[in-house]
């Protein structure tokens, strides 16, 4: 068997030993140590609570107040594991991850049973326009807001005026059935499908993994998002063969992007798929090193929120996890912009890394933050 690893089990090991943090840390507080699954949805005393405060969580992911997000995704976090009723704003305060400014909305939220701040999201026009132009794909915050600024309120209004580029107009095209989650098992046939099609048609020793919230369990997923390995070397032009196969074949009907491999991430094609007779679903499909699977495995995996405990808890021992690895003596410059990668620790397999971060391991399904 080939081995194609800079480092062996065993350096990576000693490199865990070498560079393990001088400090203790309490990382019981930490998202990614507890089982949390969304599959096995049991009834809370707080579920009230919860609901507003996700909606808030869902306008701050909109306009992306990154504080805001981590603040409201902890505290909804502390109150899904707290077993009594809160009926106070002292009681809120005194939950570990619930700040003062939560508190307040929790007292607010019990007395009232809502919460100004939503009701004036609701209300507030820019956002709700800003909302819908998101949902494009390819389409971020500035682009969203330039056309705002415009005095475009509709999706109408942007075809009618603006230049768009291919993919905001496949984008704009096809913007109500990405809209839409697919049933998990319309996910796991076009899976079956790309693999089937590439096995018999390309290479019958790649191995595939469909990730996100299918791997997760979940009833219903947003795209599909598949991993592409080999226990050997790979072709570097392997994924335009797959592309190409999987076009002859009809699976793939647009392509969205394409990016090569860098020091962060992976070759990646961003396309799009379809049954017969079914809606077209987004598709990605990643080319990962065998030596990288576990760390990509991990993050692609998800859900995003467990993935950032894990990023967070890495970086609080003077690491850095990626969808490549775990990192030791990662150098940063004062704009924590990257000089160079460091020591690799573990990346092979995600039960390695669980076990360098000292998180015990967890499985797909619970990994639903
Ligand atoms: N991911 C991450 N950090 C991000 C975005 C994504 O770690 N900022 C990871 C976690 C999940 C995985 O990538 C796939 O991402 P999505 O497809 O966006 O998420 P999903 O959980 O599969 O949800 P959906 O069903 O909506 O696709
Ligand atoms: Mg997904």
């Known amino acids: 068997m080939l081995s194609l690893n800079k480092y062996s089990k065993d350096e990576n090991r000693r490199n865990s030993e070498k560079y393990k943090p001088r400090k203790v840390i309490n990382q019981d507080s930490y998202i990614c140590m507890r089982k949390n699954s969304k599959t096995e949805k049991v009834k809370g005393p707080n579920d009230d609570i919860i609901e507003i405060l996700t909606e808030l969580l869902n306008y701050y992911q909109l306009i992306k107040s990154e504080w805001r997000m981590m603040s409201y995704q902890k505290a909804i976090s502390a109150i899904k ?37 939503l009701e004036t999201f609701k209300k507030d026009k820019m956002n709700n326009v800003l909302k819908i132009f998101i949902q494009i794909w390819g389409v971020g915050e500035s682009t969203a807001k330039k ?19 291919y993919h905001q107009k496949i984008g704009i095209q096809l913007y109500n059935e990405f809209k839409e989650r697919m ?32 791997r997760r369990g979940l009833p219903t997923c947003g ?7 080999k226990n050997d070397n790979l072709d570097p032009e392997l994924l335009y063969d797959v592309v190409k196969i999987l076009k002859q074949n009809g699976l793939l009907t647009h392509d969205l992007s394409f990016s090569r491999k860098n020091s962060e991430e992976h070759t990646k094609y961003m396309g799009v798929a379809q049954l017969p007779g079914h809606k077209h679903r987004r598709i990605d ?13 991990l993050y692609f995996t998800g859900s995003d929120i467990f993935n950032r405990s894990l990023r967070l808890l890495a970086r609080k021992k003077g690491w850095r ?11 940063r410059n004062t704009d924590a912009s990257k000089i160079t990668s460091g020591v690799l620790i573990a ?12 998180v015990p391991y967890c499985e797909p399904k619970d990994r639903d933050a």
């Open 347 to 358: 990346s092979k397999t995600e039960k390695e890394i669980f076990d360098a971060l000292e």
């Open 321 to 331: 996890l990626n969808q490549r690895g775990l990192y030791a003596n990662v150098l």
């Open 223 to 229: 795209d599909i998002d598949i991993i592409i390995t």
């Open 183 to 214: 049933p998990r098992e319309e996910a796991e046939e076009i899976s079956k499908q790309v693999q089937t099609i590439i096995q018999t048609q390309y290479d019958p020793d790649l191995q595939f993994y469909t990730m996100g919230s299918f």
């Open 81 to 117: 594991r707290y077993p009594n009723k809160i009926s106070s704003y002292k009681q809120a305060k005194s939950i570990f991850g619930i700040g003062d400014g939560i508190a307040k909305k929790i007292e607010e939220i019990v007395n009232t049973g809502t919460c100004k701040k």
């Open 147 to 165: 056309w705002y600024n415009k005095g475009y309120r509709s999706i109408d209004d942007i075809l009618k005026n603006e230049h768009l580029t």
């Open 285 to 297: 499909l990643l080319i990962v090193p065998w030596d990288e699977l576990g760390a990509a495995l």
